[in-house]
């Protein structure tokens, strides 16, 4: 499998190479002044390292051992899930501002949601697409018409009920 991988990556390199094909990201082809090429030294060195797999950390051993830095990064799938999850379903998206206050500000903001969405997931056992889908619509609206304070409450059905009562009694309100 890892092989074949290789082999096809040397062939887009090759046809690089030939003019058969554009110039792309391609891994193995090395531009020699205009003309592209293939890049055997690198091809060979992939050859020697076909099948290993390595780790690099910045965390210093006496920390975090090799086989604790492994575990590591293969649980980094579930901080990605995350981070899809929070895209998508609590809508929190990119901000593009410039400065540090700006950036931290808004990646609290992502986190908290992140931990709210995650502890309601937990309390309910429901994904937090249908929680967001099922408690978005409820809104009450409080009308003041001269001076009089008229409430218009959602009506909440029987499976949002049990939702609301589960975040409640795991919350403890």
């Known amino acids: 499998m890892i092989e074949v991988r290789l082999n096809k990556q040397i062939e887009k390199a090759e046809k690089v190479a030939n003019g058969q094909r554009p110039i792309k990201r391609d891994r ?3 531009l020699a002044g205009k003309k592209p090429g293939v890049d ?3 091809v060979e060195r992939a ?3 076909l099948g290993l797999k390595g780790y690099v950390s910045n965390i210093s051993p006496e920390v975090l051992d090799g086989p ?3 575990a590591a990064y293969h649980s980094l799938w579930q901080v ?3 981070f899809r999850m929070a895209k998508s379903d609590i809508r929190a998206r990119p901000m593009f501002h410039h400065q540090r ?3 931290e500000a808004h990646l609290t903001v992502v986190i908290c949601a992140l931990a709210v969405a995650r502890h309601l997931q937990e309390a309910t056992g429901i994904s937090i697409k249908k929680l967001v889908q099922t408690l978005r619509p409820l809104r009450t609206v409080i009308i003041d018409v001269n001076g009089h304070e008229l409430t218009a409450a959602p009506a909440i059905d029987a499976d949002t009920q049990k939702i609301l009562d ?3 009694s795991h919350t403890g309100h």
């Open 166 to 168: 589960q975040i409640s």
């Open 40 to 42: 055997w030294a690198l």
């Open 80 to 82: 990605e899930k995350s």
């Open 28 to 30: 193995f082809v090395k």
């Open 101 to 103: 206050d700006s950036i």
């Open 68 to 70: 604790a830095v492994v």
């Open 47 to 49: 050859r020697q390292l």
